[in-house]
């Protein structure tokens, strides 16, 4: 399943990328396999989506989040 | 050891790295450049304990040595440089206590380059009550370094941090963290032995970036590509896994030495503020309801301390006419130099206002969630949430924010971003249109707290930003993309704005504007007050005389308005009369005479000439009595139909001619730097000046 499938307050742990560009910038941000991430909010107009994860908050775009595979 | 020491701040953006450096270095700070490139090189001085002086440079915020933007880049650069002029003796790696994991992963990066370091506990205080407890000592003896905690906030550890600064060694003394040289073993040997260096990681960091390393030859950046084809060097899976060897290696430094005991309770208070904040309905509202505050502020606020330099600069004329002997050097003085001064003087309360509000927001992380709300709206016109900081920092100057916008990673994000942020109206244009908004819309509150002049004002802005997104959509179309953009951001947590920081960026930025934009300010009034008091000898010589001839057959009740058609026939016959005369035809249209002619042209210096221009155009042609420029204006008649020339039209034309027009020397250059070709610039200037003009044509044509 892809980050960007998940609803505001669901929960999933890392898998991982399927984009290899994406998932450096994604990984020196602190999201590696095996990390929890957890949906907090949509921005008002449904994109991009901010996201708890190593104990901070980050937002991406749902495009980005897609390359994200979690398990559920 | 050195008298003088190098220190560089390194650390995530967000972890109070400028706090820090504010309270290292005082008021003993300046902007420089690094050699080359454009990027703010911030220096400041300071004294360490054993009275040794140090030069600090604070660095851009930066989760990694891998830069994900430009001026990220910077970083690489000066760390793995030791030629670089900014190369440290010891860097001061600064980390958010409250997250320490992330913030630790570029700490490891530098120490595996070999620099001395000393870690800086930031947000200490913070980190307790969040329910985080560090063990210093421990983590001081896990990776061999000295470790200070401090609270730049509150002024907490800076002595013994200075003192650390004292102990600094030469030699680095960090332990070794993760083994760099198995992510590519032969290529690192290789570059070792070509480059004659005994660092793995830095070999690492070569083969990854080396194109950005200016110190080596051709043939040695040919050596460095023929290691990397022959190898398979494959950069982004070597970055992937070295991160994640460097988190590994993290993971178990850590243990032991952060207990946590409940941190997600730091984010309550964000999570409640952001439900009201980035809400669906009341995000939008509220950010408008800011910007109108915003610029509410700007005008009421100002208008005293304003006031009160117009008439110090009244007196101060006045007091020179008086007691300074008559003649060309005193008028040269007082109608050229202390005018000038007098309209760049007159900004500083609203460029000090805007300034505290723009980095009140960005202190606070509500900019970051405006970003997070207007990326999708943004992304529709062709540019990226990111392209918010640049746009509203465009509200106070398009030099900087055109820099800034280094930040976006999208190369067809930036340029949209760059091409359209001069639209929006930026701090030169507050004085034109606050002057001629006082001079044709009453101050009258709206429902008894909205000030209708203020409202006006909003207006203009809201023009020019809607112009600004206008353009962008149109240039999404036209441009063509190079990579994918990416949005990729940290959402820091509310805090209060640090209220010290507020107030360097206000003294900061009225500094660089009244030396920057001051100094061409009164250059442009000086030339204008020689231009507009003289002319063609020969024209100026048959107007004595025709006047001269008059007086004489006149009783001297008459003769002081004499003198008064004198000095503007005068006027209309300077060199700067004959230039406002030649571009006249084609600014009628418009709504406008020669003398706005003439400002138009001084303007396209720079727009904060306006007013200036005006002061002195106005100061040489009215008659002895000293008045404001605004009450000047008003009175002002044409020649010809004897009606006010600043009518409701031709001010509105007039402020839309500047709100879209580009007019500021200063940006073409930034423009030029920033995309390294006269191409952008020169469309930027023909765009926006054809827009300009077909603006102020409708406008005036429609309201007169």
């Given at each position: ?72 | ?283 939008f509202l509220?950010f408008i309801a800011i910007l109108f505050f915003v610029f509410n502020s700007i005008f009421s606020?100002s ?47 609203q460029i000090?206002?805007l300034?505290?509000f723009i ?11 405006v970003?997070?709300?207007m990326?999708?709206i943004m992304?529709k016109f062709g540019l990226?949430?990111?392209s918010v900081v640049p746009m509203i920092g465009s509200l106070a100057c398009a030099?900087?924010s055109i ?13 949209i971003t760059i091409m359209v942020a001069p639209l929006v109206s930026c701090s030169a244009r507050l004085p034109v249109y606050t002057l001629l908004i006082s001079l044709v819309v009453p101050e009258k509150?709206v429902?008894?707290?909205i000030n209708l002049q203020g409202l006006t004002l909003m207006g203009m802005y809201l023009i020019s930003i809607v112009a600004a997104v206008f353009v962008a959509f149109i240039m999404k ?110 600014i009628?249209p418009l709504g406008f005479?020669?003398?706005i002619?003439?400002a138009l042209?001084?303007s396209f210096?720079?727009r904060e000439?306006f007013v ?34 600043f009518t409701f039209a031709t001010a509105f034309s007039l402020m839309l001619f500047y709100a879209f027009a580009m007019q500021c020397?200063?940006t ?16 930027q200037l023909v765009y926006m000046t054809v827009m300009a003009y077909i603006a102020s044509l409708i406008a005036y044509q429609l309201l007169k």
């Amino acid at each position: 399943m892809r980050l960007s499938e998940l609803k505001p307050g669901e929960k999933g742990t890392i898998v991982e990328f399927t984009d290899l560009e994406m998932s450096v910038k994604l990984m020196e941000m602190g999201c590696l396999p095996g990390e929890i991430v957890e949906v907090e909010r949509f921005a008002p107009l449904g994109d991009p989506i901010a996201i708890r994860v190593a104990g901070y908050q980050l937002c991406l775009r749902k495009n980005e989040a897609s390359v994200i595979i979690i398990q559920y | 050891m050195a008298k003088h020491i190098k220190i560089a701040l390194v650390g995530n953006p967000n972890t109070g790295k400028s706090t820090l450096f504010n309270l290292l270095t005082g008021l003993n700070q300046k902007i420089g450049n690094f050699p080359g490139i454009t990027v703010d090189k911030k220096i400041g001085y300071c004294t360490l304990a054993d009275s040794r002086q140090a030069e600090v440079v604070d660095l851009p915020g930066t989760y990694s040595l891998y830069p994900k933007s430009k001026d990220e880049r910077i970083v690489f650069q000066v760390l793995a440089d030791p030629k670089n002029p900014s190369h440290p003796d010891v860097v001061v790696l600064v980390a958010d206590a409250t997250n320490l994991r992330r913030n630790l992963l570029v700490y490891t990066q530098v120490a595996d380059l070999g620099l001395p370091v000393i870690l800086a506990l930031n947000m200490t205080d913070m980190a307790k009550k969040e329910g985080i407890d560090v063990d210093v000592n421990k983590l001081s003896e896990r990776l061999g370094i000295q470790v200070v905690a401090i609270s730049a906030r509150s002024n907490f550890g800076l002595a013994a941090l200075k003192d650390a600064l004292s102990n600094a060694t030469a030699i680095a003394t960090q332990v070794h963290g993760a083994d760099m040289n198995v992510l590519a073993p032969g290529a690192i040997d290789q570059v070792k032995h070509l480059l004659k260096i005994d660092n793995d990681y830095l070999a690492l960091q070569i083969l990854h970036q080396h194109e950005f390393l200016d110190v080596y030859t051709v043939e040695e950046h040919a050596g460095i590509e023929q290691i990397k084809a022959s190898a398979g060097f494959e950069s982004s899976r070597i970055q992937t896994e070295e991160t994640i060897s460097r988190y590994r290696y993290l993971g178990t430094v850590l243990t032991g030495v952060v207990k946590d005991t409940g941190a997600e309770r730091k984010f309550i208070f964000s999570d409640k503020l952001d439900a009201v904040l980035t809400n669906k309905f009341w995000g939008f509202l509220i950010f408008i309801a800011i910007l109108f505050f915003v610029f509410n502020s700007i005008f009421s606020w100002s208008s005293y301390p304003m006031d009160l330099i117009e008439s110090a600069f009244v007196t101060l004329t006045e007091l020179g006419h008086k007691y300074l002997p008559n003649g060309i050097l005193t008028n040269l003085l007082l109608d050229g130099v202390v005018a000038g001064l007098g309209g760049v003087v007159i900004f500083i309360p609203q460029i000090a206002i805007l300034f505290a509000f723009i980095s009140i927001l960005e202190d606070s992380g509500y900019m970051a969630r405006v970003t997070f709300m207007m990326d999708k709206i943004m992304r529709k016109f062709g540019l990226s949430g990111k392209s918010v900081v640049p746009m509203i920092g465009s509200l106070a100057c398009a030099v900087p924010s055109i820099m800034s916008a280094r930040n976006i990673e999208s190369w067809k994000d930036r340029i949209i971003t760059i091409m359209v942020a001069p639209l929006v109206s930026c701090s030169a244009r507050l004085p034109v249109y606050t002057l001629l908004i006082s001079l044709v819309v009453p101050e009258k509150m709206v429902w008894g707290f909205i000030n209708l002049q203020g409202l006006t004002l909003m207006g203009m802005y809201l023009i020019s930003i809607v112009a600004a997104v206008f353009v962008a959509f149109i240039m999404k179309f036209l441009i063509k993309a190079k990579e994918k953009s990416y949005f990729i951001m940290e959402l820091p947590v509310y805090r209060m704005p640090r209220w010290t920081n507020v107030l360097y960026t206000m003294y900061e930025k009225s500094k660089t504007f009244v030396f920057e934009a001051g100094k061409v300010i009164i250059a442009i009034s000086i030339i204008l007050w020689v231009l507009a008091s003289y002319g063609p000898p020969s024209r100026f010589k048959a107007i004595d005389d025709k006047y001269a001839a008059i007086e004489a057959q006149k009783d001297s009740t008459q003769i002081s308005t004499l003198e008064r058609d004198r000095s503007a026939e005068k006027l209309e016959n300077s060199y700067a009369g004959i230039l406002g005369h030649v571009i006249e035809p084609a600014i009628k249209p418009l709504g406008f005479d020669w003398k706005i002619g003439i400002a138009l042209i001084t303007s396209f210096a720079a727009r904060e000439a306006f007013v200036g221009t005006m002061a002195t155009i106005y100061s040489v042609d009215s008659d002895e009595e000293v008045a404001t420029i605004r009450n000047k204006m008003r009175s002002a008649r044409n020649s010809e139909t004897g009606l006010p020339v600043f009518t409701f039209a031709t001010a509105f034309s007039l402020m839309l001619f500047y709100a879209f027009a580009m007019q500021c020397m200063s940006t073409v250059a930034i423009v030029y730097r920033e995309t390294k070709s006269w191409k952008w610039p020169v469309i930027q200037l023909v765009y926006m000046t054809v827009m300009a003009y077909i603006a102020s044509l409708i406008a005036y044509q429609l309201l007169k």
